[in-house]
């Protein structure tokens, strides 16, 4: 008794120890040069942003179920190996195969005029030959619920501007519930965007059981302002609108994963990266396929300068994030009882990298928040901070690990892209990818090699 006493008070005292010489000096002196050298090599190396470019211009857009994606899975799975990543395999995934057809609206009244059109993932379609009827302008849910008796056997448009993503994205996400509700036989929504270049955006939607599916798609910010203007003068104005898409069954698909295996704590994982599917529009380039390459090109840059970090580096491109989120579900339902350190995920857009985020135990994140400074020598605006997370890791985080994320400034340009034509190749900067690149690879180096018992901080659920 005695004995297995002192034994359990060495070993408090030990852990205690660990954490106890791991201050922002021992941080420092330990990682900065590390760093140093990190930060070097990527800033110089094309290599990782030529990957990028090679997936965004020769596979293509890459929704689920697409011939493209899978092209793309195939050759990151082969460059990772030719790269001398460890463990490069893929995980099974069912994905939805959600398919666009046919899409037209045209306004036949007051004057004939082609509005562009894009139905929303998951939309139903149209009845042959299309609908043909008045439309009815909303400025949001309370203003269609005022206007209900108006609504039956109309079009609903939504016209609300853009304040952020969370205030606008409601009408795309549940628009068609509320207006099936108050009797409209179609809606269409203002795109998610501040900007106003005609441009078009698409993006998840669902409907509700107990309501009457009706097709929901978007049109720009032009066209529901000349819209509402028709309205505002007491015209209303009608459309034909066809929108056809169609709900296939689920289709295999894959998450990638490549490792840099670690030298003293292998079994233990920081998972990091991005989804490697996109909608069918632009190429996907910031959502997400740079989260995804920059995940495995942070291994690959560690590997070239023959730094290993205590714990095991797991790059993973999740399957399916945008109309499903089946990737991350799929590998927490697969790989949940390998003891994580950390799941991390980055999915803001590729812009200068501002944050690096942790959601963990509050006194973690206090030995986290001592790396900032070597951060900085990143970029002087880049900070630590908490609220850590992702659609992706979201499972992951349920049961219990500590979710990170890379947030980025955008200066209002990602929703200009996000989830239109826009987002291509074009768009990234090499050097802000670069920089995204060094966070990720020193930050979660760092975590990976700290002498911490991270199981003290993590209680699975
Ligand atoms: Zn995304």
């Known amino acids: 008794m005695k004995k297995s006493f002192i034994l359990i008070m060495m070993l408090v005292l030990s852990v205690m120890y660990l954490n106890a010489q791991v201050n922002q000096e021992f941080i420092i002196n330990k990682y900065k040069p590390i760093a140093e050298k990190i930060i070097s090599k990527v800033m110089s190396d094309s290599s990782s942003y030529k990957n990028l470019g090679y997936v965004c211009d020769v596979f293509g857009h890459r929704l689920s179920g697409s011939e493209n994606l899978e092209n793309a899975i195939r050759w990151i799975v082969k460059e990772m190996k030719n790269d001398g990543l460890d463990n490069v395999r893929t995980d099974s995934v069912m994905v939805p195969h959600w398919v666009r057809g046919k899409e037209e609206c045209i306004m036949t009244s007051p004057w004939k005029h082609k509005i562009p059109v894009l139905a929303f993932g998951g939309s139903i379609s149209t009845p042959k030959g299309g609908i043909k009827a008045k439309v009815l302008v909303v ?3 309370d203003d269609l619920a005022a206007k209900k008796d108006l609504a039956k056997g109309r079009i609903v448009v939504y016209n609300v501007p853009f304040k952020n993503y969370g205030q606008a994205v409601q009408f795309r996400f549940v628009g068609a519930i509320n207006a099936a509700q108050a009797g409209a036989i ?15 955006h698409t993006g998840m939607m669902v409907y509700a059981d107990t309501v009457e599916k ?8 032009e066209d529901a302002e000349l819209l509402q203007r028709l309205q505002d003068r007491g015209i209303s104005p009608e459309m034909s609108l066809t929108l056809e898409s169609e709900s296939l069954p689920d289709v295999l698909s894959y998450n990638v994963l490549g490792e840099l295996r670690g030298n003293e704590k292998a079994e233990e994982i920081i998972a990091f990266g991005g989804h490697i599917d996109g ?3 632009g190429t996907g380039a910031h959502d997400d396929a740079s989260a995804c390459i920059a995940s495995w090109g942070a ?14 580096l797991r790059s993973v491109m999740w399957a399916n994030e945008e109309n499903g989120a089946r990737g991350g579900k ?7 009882d390998e003891p994580h350190a950390l799941v991390f995920e980055w999915d803001s857009g590729c812009f200068a990298p501002s944050a690096v985020r942790f959601t963990c135990d509050s006194s973690l994140f206090q030995i986290l928040k001592q790396m900032e400074p070597i951060l900085k020598l990143i970029n002087k605006d880049l900070v630590v901070d908490n609220r850590g997370g992702g659609v992706d890791i979201g499972p992951m985080m349920r049961l219990g690990y500590p979710g990170g994320s890379l947030s980025t400034n955008d200066q209002g340009k990602y929703f200009v892209y996000h989830h239109s034509d826009s987002d291509t190749f074009e768009k990234i900067v ?9 966070a990720m690879a020193v930050s979660l180096y760092i975590y990976a090699d700290l ?7 993590i209680k699975k659920n």
Do not use: M
């Open 139 to 141: 400025n949001g849910f």
């Open 430 to 438: 090499f050097e802000e990818y670069n920089q995204c690149l060094a």
């Open 214 to 221: 009706i097709p929901h798609g978007a049109i720009s910010i």
């Open 330 to 336: 799929a590998y927490a339902a697969q790989h949940g």
């Open 279 to 281: 909608w069918d529009l």
């Open 451 to 457: 002498p911490i018992d991270y199981f003290k901080y």
């Open 186 to 200: 179609a809606s269409l929504t203002r795109s998610v965007t501040p900007q106003n270049l005609v441009s078009v």
């Open 299 to 312: 291994i690959k840059i560690l590997k070239d300068l023959g730094l290993a970090p205590k714990r095991t």
